[in-house]
């Protein structure tokens, strides 16, 4: 077999293979597509990962507080980190973000402490 046949049937051969390919793949792929949708990616929390903040530094600059998930996973909490020793305090616990007579919790979109560090303005239920 010649030099050019052999090219010739190479390339016969691999446009043959990429056809078979370009066949299947598709067909394969089209079971799952509604495993992905784009409601799916946006409107659910399926795909969120996990978020930090928002975060404030406290007036002394020993650490900062941030918004994080309580330990039972039902609500926000407000904790305070120490910069120094890396110690966890919770400031703002699940029970008082939640309103009376609510089953539901607060979701905070963001929270701004006063000069002195004892009262906290907490912003809630956000429009964009």
């Known amino acids: 077999m010649s030099l050019g046949s052999r090219r010739i049937l190479l390339l016969a051969f691999s446009w043959s293979f990429f056809f078979i390919l370009?066949?299947?793949l598709p067909s394969q792929g089209q079971s799952n597509v509604a495993l992905l949708s784009l409601?799916?990616?946006?409107?659910?929390?399926?795909?969120?990962?996990?978020?930090f903040g928002p975060a404030r530094w406290l007036s002394d600059g020993s650490g900062y507080t941030t918004v994080e998930v309580s330990n039972s996973r039902r609500a926000l909490e407000?904790?305070?980190?120490?910069?120094e020793t890396g110690k966890r305090k919770v400031e703002i616990g699940e029970r008082i973000l939640r309103p009376k007579g609510s089953s539901l919790p607060l979701i905070i979109n963001?929270?701004?402490?006063?000069?002195?560090g004892h009262k906290l303005l907490i912003y809630t239920n956000s429009k964009r």
Do not use: H, M, N
């Open 39 to 51: 409601e799916r990616i946006f409107d659910s929390r399926d795909f969120l990962g996990e978020q």
């Open 22 to 24: 370009a066949g299947v």
């Open 110 to 116: 963001d929270y701004q402490w006063s000069k002195d």
């Open 78 to 83: 407000i904790v305070s980190y120490d910069t």
